[in-house]
T-cell receptor, first 114, second 115 residues
Framework: GDSVTQMEGPVTLSEEAFLTINCTYT??????LFWYVQYPGEGLQLLLK?????DKGSNKGFEATYRKETTSFHLEKGSVQVSDSAVYFC?????????????FGQGTTLQVKP | DAGVIQSPRHEVTEMGQEVTLRCKPI?????LFWYRQTMMRGLELLIY????????DSGMPEDRFSAKMPNASFSTLKIQPSEPRDSAVYFC?????????????FGPGTRLTVL
């Protein structure tokens, strides 16, 4: 079945460092891809998305490019801030089946130190 | 829009008691999802509804768990009887199947502690 694999955390960085969180997926259909972020004590919220190959999603300085050839959707940010400390989830949705169901990765905790 | 509303935000109960969690999805959304999050197991999908009809309840851990969606604006997740291992944060999310990319909007969660 469809699945999402993320790099294990926690990822600990100093402020202004470059961030990469790896995400790869397995899907038989034509997935849309998402990054969700969960700040402490809150629910998940959509950070960015991409609906087809080579699309780049971006928001709040974060970017991710839908790479069909490597089945990847890595999250990047050029300069992290302490306020970016959170748990990041990669997810996919099979648009062809259109069930609305999302398949989530296990989440990666990011800790940014001043 | 107020977003997805969940109540209560925190619930502390004793083992064996019945617990009912409530969710109001975003108006106009026709899909609703219940998740459970724990440190050990991460984020798990318990059940989801499309147009108020349960589609997949394979994630419901056992018969002690039940979920209903009597109308488009309200859903409940019930645990009876509750056990300490049910302690977790329970999230409700909603989406509109009309959207091609199926973005889900999450509520703030209910933190359940079973003593």
């Amino acid at each position: 079945g469809d699945s999402v694999t993320q790099m294990e955390g926690p990822v600990t960085l100093s402020e202004e460092a470059f961030l990469t969180i790896n995400c790869t997926y397995t899907a038989t259909g034509y997935p849309s891809l998402f990054w969700y972020v969960q700040y402490p004590g809150e629910g998940l919220q959509l950070l960015l998305k991409a609906t087809k190959a080579d699309d780049k999603g971006s928001n709040k300085g974060f970017e991710a490019t839908y790479r069909k050839e490597t089945t990847s959707f890595h999250l990047e940010k050029g300069s992290v801030q302490v306020s970016d400390s959170a748990v990041y989830f990669c997810a996919l949705s099979d648009r062809r089946r259109n069930t609305g169901k999302l398949i989530f990765g296990q989440g990666t905790t990011l800790q940014v130190k001043p | 829009d107020a977003g997805v509303i969940q109540s209560p935000r925190h619930e502390v109960t004793e083992m064996g008691q019945e617990v009912t969690l409530r969710c109001k999805p975003i108006s106009g959304h026709n899909s609703l999802f219940w998740y459970r999050q724990t440190m050990m197991r991460g984020l798990e999908l318990l059940i989801y509804f499309n147009n108020n009809v349960p589609i997949d309840d394979s994630g419901m851990p056992e018969d002690r768990f039940s979920a209903k969606m009597p109308n488009a604006s309200f859903s409940t997740l019930k645990i009876q009887p509750s056990e300490p291992r049910d302690s977790a944060v329970y999230f409700c999310a909603s989406s509109s199947r009309g959207e091609s990319y199926n973005e889900q909007f999450f509520g703030p969660g209910t933190r359940l502690t079973v003593l």
